[in-house]
């Protein structure tokens, strides 16, 4: 089946510095993306469509200048956040449209980021 | 814009029991529903779908759910809990025309006594 694959599951840095995220499909090709922000015990909050080839779409206020958003290839979207700082910790995860529907979506298995 | 909203924050049932997560949404036309379930440190992984027909959706691990539009609701249901069943579920909606964006209920944890 589908198989999104989010690296790195956890990860700490410094503040100041930056921390990227990958999202990979590992058997289809994802011409879009989605990444989302998840805060301890609450819902997922949609930060930003990736979309292979062209800018990604930022919803409502979302940063895009601190969360740059680069989906090189087909299989392939990461998020940087630059210049972390500690309100920047949060669970992030990625969701790829798999084939089969306008709705395929399968999810990566989140990112763990801490800034401290 | 649509909207999801899941009425319970907390459920405890006890394994064996029957189960039932409500989620209403607000949305002017069908839309596209979903439920997932996220497991601690984890990612989401689909239970089940709503596109159109059939309004009572059978999804994985014996979870089903029931469209219906006069309720605007799309409730998940399992008739005998297991305790890997425990775990946070959420309720999502997609609309047509809406880039493909899912909107997501602010989730229901499930709690299972042994």
């Known amino acids: 089946g589908a198989v999104v694959s989010q690296h790195p599951s956890r990860v700490i840095c410094k503040s100041g510095t930056s921390v990227k995220i990958e999202c990979r499909s590992l058997?289809?090709?994802?011409?879009?993306m989605f990444w989302y922000r998840q805060f301890p015990k609450q819902s997922l909050m949609l930060m930003a469509t990736?979309?292979?080839?062209?800018?990604?779409?930022?919803e409502q206020g979302v940063e895009k200048d601190k969360f740059l958003i680069n989906h090189a290839s087909l299989t392939l979207s990461t998020l940087t956040v630059t210049s972390a700082h500690p309100e920047d910790s949060s669970f992030y995860i990625c969701?790829?449209?798999?084939?089969?529907?306008?709705?395929?979506?399968?999810f990566g298995s989140g990112t763990r980021l801490t800034v401290v | 814009a649509q909207s999801v909203t899941q009425p319970d924050i907390h459920i405890t049932v006890s394994e064996g029991a029957s189960l039932e997560l409500r989620c209403n949404y607000s949305?002017?036309?069908?839309?596209?529903l979903f439920w997932y379930v996220q497991s601690p440190g984890q990612g989401l992984q689909l239970l089940l779908k709503?596109?159109?027909?059939?309004?009572l959706v059978q999804g994985i691990k014996g979870f089903e759910a029931e469209f219906k539009r006069s309720q605007s609701s799309f409730n998940l249901r399992k008739p005998s809990v297991h305790w890997s069943d425990a775990a946070e579920y959420f309720c999502?909606?997609?609309?047509?025309?809406?880039?493909?964006?899912?909107?997501f209920g602010t989730g229901t944890q499930l709690k299972v006594e042994l």
């Open positions: 969701s790829a449209r798999a084939p089969g529907g306008a709705y395929g979506y399968t």
């Open positions: 058997d289809f090709q994802a011409t879009t």
């Open positions: 990736s979309n292979e080839g062209s800018k990604a779409t930022y």
């Open positions: 949305y002017g036309a069908t839309p596209y």
């Open positions: 709503y596109f159109s027909g059939d309004t």
């Open positions: 999502a909606v997609g609309v047509t025309g809406g880039g493909n964006k899912l909107t």
